[in-house]
């Protein structure tokens, strides 16, 4: 991996893949985290009629939303082989449990539409979503806590991902995901289950940024690398601007939900996504693998990268729209209190 | 050594399991999607209600069927990452880069359309449902070529050189359509379709044994199975081809398939073995039921041309013979059966017209429940072939350069172990729940629902801004 030789088009094209990755993964993350967290928040609800109109809010788009982990996944292997072959075989056990958790929920979906006992498959459908929540937070929290990689190869242990961090990191990510699905529900729905929704917003904004700031403290404490990288000036003027706009997104989230807006909670709770994933990003690049790897190592080759650039590169804007057209077709609420709305 | 805590057993395992899983069930989705989208274009084109019934009621089975591929898949895609790294790390730039495509250019295309076509129709026109539909049969059938481009670039690979335990692309264009190529995707497209009319023939013929909406089944029967007069030949031939490029391609494999151990000496034809026991150990079969010439005559078409035997090849070289050559007869003996109940059911319409009416036809109950049988054949035939593929191209992983045993990711056997348990476990559990919600399906039967609206005339459509619930 040391023999790739640092030439600067290799460089610009691994750093454009960095970025589009970067792309699908804010998607993937604020589009199956509100899908995962609505299944996370049905647990918490008693009766069945409103757990099935939770489900059938997200009933047309739960595959695509959770297609765009597929490109992830696709375009991660293309493009950074190395991070592909070696991040997810330290990150097996929580990798694989999280693919339990989504096939239990994907399946929930359709057996709940055609059975007849429909409080169990509503149930896999929130037990699933929390498996697959909870299991994120953990390879989150294990890819921060460092993935040792030597030589191209995983050289650490299957239990490495677990740890306090990462425990934190979980809560973090599934608390966040609920906010998500909390804040869609708000937009999907009227009557008391909207109230709910507007209810536990404060709790759940709450425990997410409690997580996010533990992250933001216990990293620089962790690397002295990053310390001197955030403190040194200029940089720290640039990366205070990251933490006081994620603050100021969540004192609007707290505005908003107390004014009973209803597209704007969710448009905060995506800022505070966002900022804190581009506080991530530019906490480590040009490291893929925090502390282990760093895009130009990792990359494909300048040919691959390419090939892929035109395959997949001219896609991008096609593929947003059609996504965003099937959100545009099943506009609309549902409405579990007025059962002729849905 | 003890299977169970072999590391890259366990790991071939998992992936063999999900794998034989994984593929009971997209190659009907892509069929089905192929078919629906016929189905709704003759409803838009003639406005016949009968084709819109035909269409939603194929798009249930469609709906079960997808959604268990869907689910199923995920975790093979993984599987390179967690279980295989080594491989992913040294074939990324080419595997990694086709996967890639796939997703973005196939994969999501079906699942950005498939909302709108399974729960659209009161939302959209019916030429923007025909629309989605197609981009649904059109994304998944985009899939599964550039998923059997992976696949066949693992049989055969071409177009990379392997240095320093990596794969340098030479040239894209020969490493996409590599050797197998041709002959890998038009055998699964073509399994594709032929599962997917057998399962509309049998799907019908059940009703017909039912005696129930027989003026409904008939046509649906009737034209699947003039349909697989041409798709299940067709299909024979392709494998026919298939396997005889192997002897250039991958003889090893071809052996295996045959059982054949030995090179025949020039002059003589080698014998095609209808039943052996093959023993590798002694690198013999312990007897063997043989046709002489026959295996010379399949592949060379001459009936003393030269076939490689397994000799030929060192020991470590060799791919286990039992599953392929088993695998093989199993395959061809259930394609040859669907190909029969095609022609001798073709026989039956054009000389027994009277015998094949909607008020008739249910008499003829061999040959029905004949149909019945052809869905367990077709899923065996296509399971028995990927076993043939796949343990055919052992021990290597990519074929010739990169040993499977190279290829795989050192993860603790106890881990290996639970995540193949789990696998078994939930697997098992959704397919028994599937067959469970299949059957209800068919139990229900057809709805003849009045279509949301008449194809084609976009501003009646009430634009109503709520949620399909579910019913």
Known sequence: MEAVAVDSTHHLLAT?????????????????????????????????????????SLGSIWDANETWLVVIGG?????????????????YIPIIVMLLGFMLRGVSFEFHELSANKPIWSFTFGLGSLIAAVAQGFALGGL?????????????????????????VAIGVTAGYAMLGSTYLIMKSRGMMQDACFERGHLLALAMMVAAAAVTVWTPMQYPEIYTRWFSTPNVYYFALLPIAAFGSFVMLLRALKKRYEVAPFVWTTMIFLFSFIGLAATWFPYIIPGAVTIDQAAAPSNTLVFMLVGIGMLIPVMITYNIYQYVVFRGKVDPDHEHTY | MDLLHNPEFLSRAQFGFIALFHILWPPLTIGLALILFGLEAAWVKTKNVFYYHQARFWTKIFLINFGVGVISGLPMEFSFGTNWGPFSIASGDFFGNILGFETAMAFMLEAGFLGIMLFGWKR????????????????????????????????????????????????????????????????????CIEISLVVVAGVSAYYLIQRRHREFFLPSFKWA??????????????????????????????????????????GTGAPWAILADPNQAEQKNNWEISIPYVTSLIVTHSPTGTVQGLTEFKREDQPPVWAPFYGFRVMVAAGVFIAFMAVITLWMLWRRKSQMLA?????????????????????????AGWLVREIGRQPWIVYGMMRTSEGVSRVPVPVLQWSLLSYMVFYTAIGIAALVFMRGV??????????????????????????????
């Open chain 2, 225 to 266: 199975v003039i349909a697989l007069v041409a798709v299940a030949p067709l299909q024979i031939l392709i494998g026919d081809s298939a396997g005889g490029a192997l002897a250039q391609t991958q003889p090893a494999k071809l052996a295996a398939i045959e059982a054949l151990w030995d090179t025949n000496k020039p």
């Open chain 2, 124 to 191: 959209v026109s019916a030429g923007m449902h025909l629309f989605a539909t197609g981009m649904v049969a059109f994304g998944s059938t985009l899939s599964a070529f550039w998923i059997m481009v992976a696949n066949s670039w693992m049989q055969t690979p071409a177009g990379v050189e392997y240095n320093n335990g990596k794969f340098v692309i030479t040239d894209y264009f020969d490493a996409i359509f590599n050797p197998d190529l041709a002959h890998g995707f038009g055998h699964m497209f073509m399994a």
């Open chain 2, 359 to 383: 008020d008739s036809v249910s008499g003829n109950k061999w040959l029905l429940r004949g149909w019945l049988w052809t869905i367990p054949a077709a899923y065996i035939a296509i399971e």
């Open chain 1, 75 to 91: 375009t991660l292997f293309g493009a950074f082989p190395l991070v592909y072959g070696t991040v997810l075989h330290g990150l």
């Open chain 1, 144 to 168: 921060l806590n460092g993935v040792e990689v030597i030589g191209g190869r995983f050289v650490g242990g299957a239990m490495d991902w677990l740890s306090p961090f990462s425990v934190f």
């Open chain 1, 16 to 56: 454009i893949w960095f970025l589009i990755i970067g792309l699908f993964l804010v998607i993937y993350v604020v589009l199956d985290g509100f899908d995962l967290g609505v299944g996370v928040l049905s647990l918490f609800v008693g009766d069945e009629p409103r757990r099935a109109a939770m489900m059938s």
């Open chain 2, 442 to 471: 068919l139990r229900k039967g057809p709805v003849f629902e009045a279509p949301p609206h008449q194809p084609a005339r976009h501003r009646d459509i009430e634009s109503k801004p709520a949620i399909e619930g579910s019913h």
